[in-house]
C-alpha cells in the first residue's frame, strides 16, 4: 500500500476506513490521505463530539450517503479515529474516497 492508498475494511453491512482528524481548522474538507488515513479538516471545535458530527456531515457529503449510514467506530477523543458506513461495499468505498481525493 502506497501512502496515497486508503486502507478500507469490511464492516457489517458495509465498509470502514480511518480517518485524521483536524478540527478547529479555517477550511473544512478532505485534505488528502497520509498512511493510509483520510485526512479530515472541520471548523467545529473538538468539544462535546462537535468535530465528530461534522466529521460525519462532510463524509456523508462527499461520499453521497445519509449521515446515518456513518457511524463513529473508534477514537471518539482522538486524532485518528475509525468510521463505519453501512450500505457501501469496501470496494464501492474505495472507488467513492478515489473519486473524492482526486
Same mark, same amino acid.
Not at 464492516?11 to 485534505?31: P, T
Not at 445519509?66 to 472507488?95: C, Q
Given at each position: =500500500?502506497?501512502?496515497?492508498? &486508503?486502507?478500507?475494511? %469490511?464492516? !457489517?453491512?458495509? @465498509?470502514?476506513?480511518? *480517518?485524521? @482528524?483536524?478540527?478547529?481548522?479555517?477550511?473544512?474538507?478532505?485534505? +488528502?490521505?497520509? +498512511?493510509? =488515513?483520510?485526512? &479530515? !479538516?472541520?471548523?467545529?471545535? %473538538? !468539544?462535546?463530539?462537535?468535530?465528530?458530527? @461534522?466529521? *460525519?456531515? #462532510?463524509?456523508? +457529503?462527499?461520499?453521497? *450517503? %445519509?449521515?446515518?449510514?456513518?457511524? #463513529?467506530?473508534?477514537?471518539?477523543?482522538?486524532?485518528?479515529?475509525?468510521? +463505519?458506513?453501512?450500505?457501501?461495499?469496501?470496494?464501492?468505498?474505495? !472507488?467513492?474516497?478515489?473519486? &473524492?481525493?482526486?
Amino acid at each position: =500500500m502506497s501512502d496515497s492508498d &486508503v486502507r478500507v475494511d %469490511p464492516w !457489517e453491512d458495509g @465498509a470502514a476506513f480511518q *480517518v485524521k @482528524a483536524h478540527a478547529g481548522a479555517r477550511r473544512q474538507g478532505v485534505a +488528502g490521505v497520509r +498512511g493510509g =488515513m483520510v485526512r &479530515v !479538516e472541520v471548523q467545529a471545535a %473538538p !468539544e462535546r463530539g462537535k468535530a465528530n458530527q @461534522a466529521i *460525519v456531515r #462532510l463524509l456523508a +457529503g462527499e461520499l453521497g *450517503v %445519509p449521515a446515518g449510514a456513518i457511524r #463513529l467506530l473508534a477514537g471518539e477523543t482522538r486524532l485518528e479515529k475509525r468510521f +463505519g458506513v453501512r450500505g457501501v461495499a469496501p470496494g464501492d468505498l474505495r !472507488e467513492r474516497l478515489r473519486l &473524492v481525493l482526486g
